[in-house]
C-alpha cells in the first residue's frame, strides 16, 4: 500500500502509504545516524477471501548484536496499512536514522486490525454466515513478529542510505479462528552512501490523499488513512494526467494542473533522504468533493452494486473503510475509465472493453464513485453517485493457458471473490500489455519464463466480457508459492 524500510518499511499485496515522521521535508539531511527508510507489502493471498485487513503498525526496532545495547527504533509513529491491495504495491512506512552498528534481528509490533471477508465456504465461520461478506476485529496473537534470519546480521556503515523491504504474508498469518499470527519476512535491503542521492531505493506505488499546499515544483498531500503527510517534487519528466476532467486547459498537461483542494493518486520514488519525487500524477476530484473507492462484491442491478470501500480521500460522513456499502447509481451518471494502468504512453487498444453503463459491472473490479448522498437501512449505508469510475484490481491465481503469440494467458484458482459469485467466475483472460512490471521473477523475466501452475498477482483493469472476465495489465508478480 505495492515495499521497503527508507528505513523505509514496504509491505506487498494489499496501495495504501503511511508517511514518516509528521511530514515529509524534500530537503531532510540525517542527524546524528544513518537514514532508513521502510517500506511494506504483503504476500497475495492464495484463495482466501480476504477483501480488506487494515493494521496498525506501532513500532519496528533493531537488535545490534552487541546484546548490551538497547533496541533501536525504525518507525518514527504508527502507521495503518491496508494489506488487501498490496498485491502488486508497496506502502511506505517510514523514514528514520538509525546509528551506524551492527543488528542481529529486527522485531515488528502490532496493534488494532479490521478484516473484511466473504465467506463462501459454505458453513458460517467466526460469526459470518455463508455467502456473506463480514468486517471482524481480528487479534494479533501474538502481538510481534522478529526476523532474524537472511539478511541478518546487517552492518550499517557511517554516511550510508538503508532501505528495507518487508514482506507480509496475509495468508499465513490468518490463522483457523481468524486470529493474526503475523509472518513477516525481509524482501529486500538496500545499501548505499550518502553521495549517491540520484540512486532510487524504492519506487512507491501509490499514495491518495489531497493537496495542502503548493510550492514551486511541490506540493503537500495529506493521506487520509494515515493522518500524515507527503511533501513532493515535481519535474520535467512527471506525467500528469486526467486533470482536463479538473477543468484544466493545459496542453500537456503540467504542474499548473495542480491546485489546493484536489483529490489525486500519486506513483512516488523515494531517494532514502527525504526527498519524494513524484513520477506520476493522476487527478481523482475537484477541491470540495470526495473520492470513495471499493471492491465491487454484488452486482444487483444496472443501477446498484455492493462494495467493500478500501479508501476514502477526504473522509466521507457515514462511512469507514472496511465496511460494506450499498451503492445507487444516478440517472445519467458517468461511467470512467481510469488512466493509471493504461501506462504514459496514451493507453492501449481497447476495442471490444466497455465500461459505460452498469452493464459493465462486475464482481471483483474496483470502482472509484462521488458520493452524493449517503442514508442508511438496517446498518449498510446506502450512498447515490453520478460517478463510476474503473480503477486497477489486484488479483491473484494460478496461470492456466498461454498464448506466447498475443502475450495472453489465463488465470484460475481465485478468489472466493469470483468463484461464490452468482453467475461464478472460475477464469479471468489476462491480456498483457508493453513495457511490463515483471515484479519478484528470478532473473531476466519476460512472458517466456511465466509457466502453467505458477501463482501469480496481476494489477490492472478488470472488464465484464463475454465468455470470461479480461484484466488488462501492465503489472505481473510472481508469488513464491508456486
Same mark, same amino acid.
Given at each position: 500500500?505495492?515495499?521497503?524500510?527508507?528505513?523505509?518499511?514496504?509491505?506487498?499485496?494489499?496501495?495504501?502509504?503511511?508517511?514518516?515522521?509528521?511530514?515529509?521535508?524534500?530537503?531532510?539531511?540525517?542527524?546524528?545516524?544513518?537514514?532508513?527508510?521502510?517500506?511494506?507489502?504483503?504476500?497475495?493471498?492464495?484463495?482466501?477471501?480476504?477483501?480488506?485487513?487494515?493494521?496498525?503498525?506501532?513500532?519496528?526496532?533493531?537488535?545490534?548484536?552487541?546484546?548490551?545495547?538497547?533496541?533501536?527504533?525504525?518507525?518514527?509513529?504508527?502507521?495503518?496499512?491496508?494489506?488487501?491491495?498490496?498485491?502488486?504495491?508497496?506502502? #511506505?512506512?517510514?523514514?528514520?536514522? +538509525?546509528?551506524? *552498528?551492527?543488528?542481529?534481528?529486527? =522485531? @515488528? &509490533?502490532?496493534?488494532?486490525? $479490521?478484516?473484511?471477508?466473504?465467506?463462501?465456504?459454505?458453513?458460517?465461520?467466526?460469526?459470518?454466515?455463508?455467502?456473506?461478506?463480514?468486517?471482524?476485529?481480528?487479534?494479533?496473537?501474538?502481538?510481534?513478529?522478529?526476523?532474524?534470519?537472511?539478511?541478518?546480521?546487517?552492518?550499517?556503515?557511517?554516511?550510508?542510505?538503508?532501505?528495507?523491504?518487508?514482506? #507480509?504474508?496475509?495468508?499465513?498469518? +490468518?490463522?483457523? *479462528?481468524?486470529?493474526?499470527?503475523? =509472518? @513477516? &519476512?525481509?524482501?529486500?535491503? $538496500?545499501?548505499?552512501?550518502?553521495?549517491?542521492?540520484?540512486?532510487?531505493?524504492?519506487?512507491?506505488?501509490?499514495?491518495?490523499?489531497?493537496?495542502?499546499?503548493?510550492?514551486?515544483?511541490?506540493?503537500?498531500?495529506?493521506?487520509?488513512?494515515?493522518?500524515?503527510?507527503f511533501m513532493i517534487d515535481v519535474d520535467s519528466s512527471t506525467v500528469f494526467e486526467e486533470f482536463d476532467?479538473?477543468?484544466?486547459?493545459?496542453?500537456?498537461?503540467?504542474?499548473?494542473?495542480?491546485?489546493?483542494?484536489?483529490?489525486?493518486?500519486?506513483?512516488?520514488?523515494?531517494?532514502?533522504?527525504?526527498?519524494?519525487?513524484?513520477?506520476?500524477?493522476?487527478?481523482?476530484?475537484?477541491?470540495?468533493?470526495?473520492?470513495?473507492?471499493?471492491?465491487?462484491?454484488?452486482?444487483?442491478?444496472?443501477?446498484?452494486?455492493?462494495?467493500?470501500?478500501?479508501?476514502?480521500?477526504?473522509?466521507?460522513?457515514?462511512?469507514?473503510?472496511?465496511?460494506?456499502?450499498?451503492?445507487?447509481?444516478?440517472?445519467?451518471?458517468?461511467?470512467?475509465?481510469?488512466?493509471?494502468?493504461?501506462?504514459?504512453?496514451?493507453?492501449?487498444?481497447?476495442?471490444?472493453?466497455?465500461?459505460?453503463?452498469?452493464?459493465?459491472?462486475?464482481?471483483?473490479?474496483?470502482?472509484?464513485?462521488?458520493?452524493?448522498?449517503?442514508?442508511?437501512?438496517?446498518?449498510?449505508?446506502?450512498?447515490?453517485?453520478?460517478?463510476?469510475?474503473?480503477?486497477?484490481?489486484?488479483?491473484?491465481?494460478?496461470?492456466?493457458?498461454?498464448?506466447?503469440?498475443?502475450?495472453?494467458?489465463?488465470?484460475?484458482?481465485?478468489?472466493?471473490?469470483?468463484?461464490?459469485?452468482?453467475?461464478?467466475?472460475?477464469?479471468?483472460?489476462?491480456?498483457?500489455?508493453?513495457?511490463?512490471?515483471?515484479?519478484?521473477?528470478?532473473?531476466?523475466?519476460?512472458?517466456?519464463?511465466?509457466?502453467?501452475?505458477?501463482?501469480?498477482?496481476?494489477?490492472?483493469?478488470?472488464?465484464?466480457?463475454?465468455?470470461?472476465?479480461?484484466?488488462?495489465?501492465?503489472?505481473?508478480?510472481?508469488?513464491?508459492?508456486?
Amino acid at each position: 500500500m505495492r515495499r521497503t524500510i527508507l528505513l523505509a518499511l514496504t509491505v506487498v499485496s494489499c496501495v495504501l502509504l503511511g508517511s514518516c515522521s509528521g511530514s515529509m521535508n524534500s530537503n531532510m539531511s540525517p542527524v546524528n545516524g544513518v537514514p532508513m527508510s521502510l517500506t511494506i507489502g504483503d504476500t497475495p493471498p492464495n484463495g482466501v477471501g480476504v477483501l480488506f485487513f487494515e493494521a496498525l503498525i506501532t513500532g519496528v526496532s533493531l537488535q545490534p548484536s552487541d546484546a548490551m545495547k538497547p533496541a533501536v527504533s525504525a518507525l518514527t509513529t504508527p502507521v495503518e496499512v491496508e494489506f488487501g491491495h498490496l498485491q502488486t504495491d508497496t506502502a #511506505f512506512l517510514s523514514l528514520a536514522n +538509525v546509528a551506524p *552498528d551492527t543488528y542481529q534481528s529486527m =522485531t @515488528v &509490533t502490532f496493534g488494532s486490525a $479490521t478484516m473484511t471477508i466473504v465467506n463462501h465456504s459454505g458453513a458460517p465461520i467466526g460469526g459470518c454466515l455463508n455467502d456473506s461478506v463480514c468486517e471482524l476485529t481480528p487479534t494479533f496473537n501474538p502481538g510481534t513478529a522478529s526476523i532474524s534470519s537472511m539478511p541478518f546480521p546487517i552492518t550499517i556503515s557511517a554516511n550510508s542510505v538503508v532501505g528495507i523491504g518487508l514482506d #507480509f504474508n496475509v495468508a499465513s498469518s +490468518v490463522q483457523t *479462528d481468524l486470529s493474526i499470527n503475523p =509472518t @513477516v &519476512t525481509i524482501r529486500n535491503l $538496500t545499501q548505499r552512501m550518502q553521495d549517491e542521492d540520484d540512486q532510487e531505493m524504492e519506487e512507491v506505488d501509490e499514495v491518495d490523499g489531497q493537496v495542502t499546499a503548493l510550492g514551486t515544483n511541490q506540493f503537500t498531500l495529506m493521506n487520509e488513512r494515515s493522518g500524515q503527510s507527503f511533501m513532493i517534487d515535481v519535474d520535467s519528466s512527471t506525467v500528469f494526467e486526467e486533470f482536463d476532467r479538473g477543468g484544466c486547459t493545459a496542453n500537456p498537461e503540467d504542474f499548473t494542473c495542480v491546485m489546493t483542494g484536489q483529490v489525486l493518486n500519486v506513483k512516488l520514488s523515494g531517494n532514502g533522504m527525504g526527498t519524494m519525487l513524484a513520477t506520476r500524477v493522476e487527478f481523482e476530484e475537484d477541491a470540495n468533493r470526495q473520492a470513495l473507492k471499493g471492491t465491487i462484491t454484488t452486482v444487483d442491478s444496472a443501477t446498484q452494486f455492493h462494495m467493500v470501500v478500501f479508501n476514502e480521500e477526504p473522509a466521507v460522513s457515514g462511512i469507514s473503510q472496511g465496511s460494506v456499502a450499498e451503492v445507487t447509481i444516478n440517472p445519467g451518471a458517468t461511467f470512467q475509465v481510469g488512466r493509471e494502468e493504461m501506462g504514459e504512453d496514451g493507453g492501449f487498444d481497447n476495442s471490444g472493453l466497455s465500461f459505460a453503463s452498469g452493464a459493465d459491472l462486475l464482481v471483483g473490479q474496483d470502482v472509484q464513485i462521488r458520493p452524493g448522498s449517503v442514508s442508511s437501512s438496517g446498518g449498510t449505508p446506502t450512498i447515490a453517485t453520478g460517478l463510476v469510475r474503473l480503477w486497477p484490481s489486484q488479483i491473484t491465481g494460478q496461470v492456466g493457458s498461454i498464448d506466447s503469440s498475443t502475450g495472453a494467458f489465463t488465470l484460475t484458482g481465485l478468489s472466493p471473490l469470483f468463484t461464490g459469485a452468482t453467475p461464478a467466475v472460475t477464469t479471468i483472460k489476462v491480456t498483457t500489455l508493453s513495457q511490463m512490471d515483471f515484479m519478484d521473477f528470478s532473473g531476466s523475466a519476460s512472458m517466456g519464463t511465466l509457466a502453467a501452475g505458477d501463482t501469480v498477482s496481476v494489477k490492472g483493469l478488470l472488464f465484464n466480457t463475454t465468455g470470461m472476465p479480461t484484466l488488462v495489465t501492465r503489472t505481473l508478480r510472481q508469488n513464491d508459492e508456486h
